[in-house]
């Protein structure tokens, strides 16, 4: 495959090359099955039904015909950034901006539309200009607090944060003013910015010249333990009842609860569980379970622990460090020796430990899938998906940098993520 615009329709290649050129730098999506595509040479080409319709170039009032980037705002108008200036499009008609009126410099790399009506322009050696109802309203430069002037992408993110890569100062988080800025001294694997992408999750991709870092957005609110609350213990489980209340399990110190703005201690664990949880989850009534250090598997019904298994009635180990419930209505309790698998009557129903079941039978975390699949995950043996009876294996042998498994978690685009050991 040589150079050039290309679709794919799920099973094989079509080629544009012929219609736009070898160099195309920009693609956008558009009304009633059309596509823009910005091309570096050949001008706009728009496409409908897979034909170019309409060619837009500087004999018909674009500002440069070697474009970078395209962006629709709010009100639907189409912006080219360009080697030359911007070029705004709209009902047909060009409006142009250069350094002549407002741009601080013509090469133009990266456009986004923000949800507040603002355009924002990433130019390639002065910064960035904020255009507010086609009009330039504020420049970022250095000293603005811009650790670097070459702008390739600008990403919009949650409460007013604006993401901007640059090519060599890393990621800058803008909110008002310069919140931070996220370089190779924070983890990115590059300070040299390629493409910023953030999912629904609210996760920030960030693609460089070495490889791709997923930036987790920081917590904005913060629920505090202090003065007679304060503990030092390490915080090992987090759960929200189907009351809405926050359930903090702790290493040596029971349970916390947070309700009504309030922290409180719950009233009678019992001694067994020598305060120590390891892991939770909820039953489809919104009830908490709870996994512990040695006790077994209890349920919290209002603030009371009630015991539910141990080893006397079928679990494996009364060390239980992952639990998850099936969509029907199973609960599966993964343990230092395997998995035991209640049904909802309390009763023993299955258990996995042999060799032939589990690679590795030292359970670190469980999850059910969206699909109706659970997911184990092992400290050594990799992670193993059971679906329709059926188990698949993923280790090292099938593509994971380690067989020590720390977590699991499916995203809102059911994609599952494996969290492992010095690998991620």
């Known amino acids: 495959m040589g150079a050039g615009l290309y679709k794919f329709n799920g099973d094989s290649l079509k080629s544009y090359v012929s219609q736009t050129g070898e160099l195309t730098k ?67 008609i060009f409006k142009n901006f250069t350094t002549e009126n407002g741009l601080p410099d013509n090469r133009v ?44 992408d ?72 202090n003065g007679k609350d304060a503990f030092e213990e390490e915080a090992v489980t987090l759960n929200q009842d189907g009351k809405g209340r926050i359930w903090l399990g702790t290493y040596g110190k029971g349970y916390r609860v947070y309700e009504n703005g309030n922290w409180s201690t719950l009233e009678n664990p019992p001694k067994e569980t020598n305060g120590y949880a390891q892991s939770g989850t909820l039953d489809s009534d919104g009830n908490l379970w709870v996994g512990t ?35 029907s209505g199973n609960l599966w309790v993964g343990s230092n020796k395997g998995i035991s698998v209640f049904d909802s009557e309390n009763k023993l129903i299955r258990t996995y430990s042999t060799a032939e ?31 329709d009876g059926i188990s698949t294996i993923f280790d090292t042998g099938k593509g994971l940098r380690s067989d020590q498994v720390l977590s699991i978690y499916e995203d809102s685009n059911n994609d599952i993520w494996i969290g492992t050991f010095n690998y991620g």
């Open 26 to 92: 920009a693609v956008l999506v558009g009304e009633n099955d059309s596509v823009f595509v910005g091309t570096y040479g050949n001008g706009l080409k728009v496409f409908y039904q897979d034909s170019v319709y309409q060619t837009y170039t500087t004999e018909n009032g674009l500002v440069g015909e070697e474009i970078w980037t395209l962006e629709r705002d709010k009100v639907g108008r189409l912006w080219i950034g360009t080697n030359t200036g911007v070029s705004v499009l709209h009902e047909g």
């Open 109 to 152: 790399r990266t456009i986004k539309a923000l949800e507040n009506g603002e355009v924002w322009v990433g130019t390639d050696k002065e910064g960035i200009v904020i255009f507010k109802d086609q009009k330039p309203t504020k420049y970022l430069h250095s000293k603005e607090g811009l650790s670097n002037l070459l702008v390739q």
């Open 154 to 225: 600008i990403e919009e993110g949650i409460n007013g944060d604006v993401f901007i890569g640059t090519l060599g100062g890393g990621v800058i988080r803008f909110n008002k003013e310069v919140k931070e800025t996220i370089s190779k001294s924070e983890g990115l694997i590059s300070n040299e910015i390629n493409t910023i992408e953030i999912n629904s999750d609210g996760l920030i991709l960030i693609g460089t010249e070495d490889g791709l870092s997923v930036l987790v957005p920081k917590f904005f609110q913060t629920l505090s333990l």
């Open 293 to 327: 250090q040695g006790s077994g598997v209890f349920k919290i019904v209002g603030n009371s622990f009630v015991k539910k298994f141990t080893t006397q009635n079928g679990l494996l180990d009364d060390y239980v460090r992952g639990l998850t419930f099936d969509k």
């Open 357 to 387: 079941e589990i690679p590795n039978p030292f359970c670190i975390t469980l999850v059910t899938a969206s699909d109706g699949s659970i997911w184990y995950g092992s400290y050594g043996g990799g992670a193993v998906r059971f679906k």
